[in-house]
């Protein structure tokens, strides 16, 4: 089976790395505007290298949990071909040995707004650091802001053209163009499943509803698919 996996920030909850539609639309306590959008980091860039320093930090310091392993295994075991698509910029499908397309950046990637080049994050990023390939005082985190768009769209569409198989995972649905994606997936015939901790305002899209937390929902799910 072609299987395709969006996942979102539920999938690392359990982890310890917060949602962003949980507290009441803050983000960690920030507006979302002033830290996740070009318009904010040009307004005051130092404000927003210290929120994506922290979050580096803490994505950093965090460790995988049982679902990610467990998308990790249904990639490796090989029976199906799966890809797997995350929103979340922190690395812990890596960690956990998938390998995943980040449509939505990630915290450890530095990239050049003057030149597009882009390096490894150091821990601290500032307004100050000068790119190491041009030399501008242009240096963002290599995250995908609101306005913006997402990475490697191309390749995720003619992976949901192929697909047999779509799962949300963790993901309220409330971000575009991710929140599209079952309809997407469901056209190209494919079979969907919601998997999260509640039902999302999405849910009457997919044929299949799972409710409960992903370290134990997804296993589940997997086992079902290698079983
Ligand atoms: N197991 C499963 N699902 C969970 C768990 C858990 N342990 N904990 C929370 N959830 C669910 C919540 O119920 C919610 O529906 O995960 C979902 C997380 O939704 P959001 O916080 O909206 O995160 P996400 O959908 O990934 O956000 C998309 O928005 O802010 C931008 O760019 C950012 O990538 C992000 C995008």
């Not at 307004?43 to 979050?55: I, M």
């Not at 040995?97 to 601290?124: D, K, N, T, V």
């Not at 079979?191 to 999260?196: D, K, M, Q, R, Y």
Request: proline content about 5%.
């Amino acid at each position: 089976m072609r299987i395709v996996v969006l996942t979102g920030a539920g999938l690392s909850a359990e982890s310890g790395l917060k949602t962003f539609r949980d507290a009441g639309g803050l983000w960690e306590g920030q507006d979302v505007m002033q830290v996740a959008t070009p318009e904010g980091f040009a307004a005051d860039p130092e404000r927003v290298h210290r929120f994506y320093n922290a979050r580096r930090a803490r994505a950093a310091a965090a460790a995988p949990n049982d679902a990610h392993r467990a998308l990790a295994r249904l990639q490796a075991e090989g029976r199906h071909e799966v890809t797997l698509v995350t929103q979340n910029v922190d690395g812990l499908l890596e960690a956990a040995g998938a390998e995943a397309i980040h449509m939505h950046g990630e915290l450890a990637g530095a990239l050049c707004a003057a030149c597009g080049a882009r390096w490894p994050a150091p821990e601290e990023m500032g307004p100050a650091d000068a790119c190491p390939s041009c030399g501008a005082r242009a240096v963002r985190p290599d995250v995908v802001w609101f306005g913006e768009v997402p990475y490697r769209m191309e390749e995720i569409a003619a992976a949901l053209e192929r697909a047999d198989l779509f799962a949300a995972i963790g993901t309220s649905g409330e971000v575009w163009p991710a929140a599209g994606f079952v309809e997407a997936a469901a056209d190209a015939g494919a079979e969907t499943v919601e998997i999260n901790l509640e039902p999302t305002g999405r849910r009457g899209l997919f044929d299949r509803v799972i409710t409960g937390r992903a370290s134990e929902a997804v296993p589940a799910w997997v086992a079902e698919l290698l079983g």
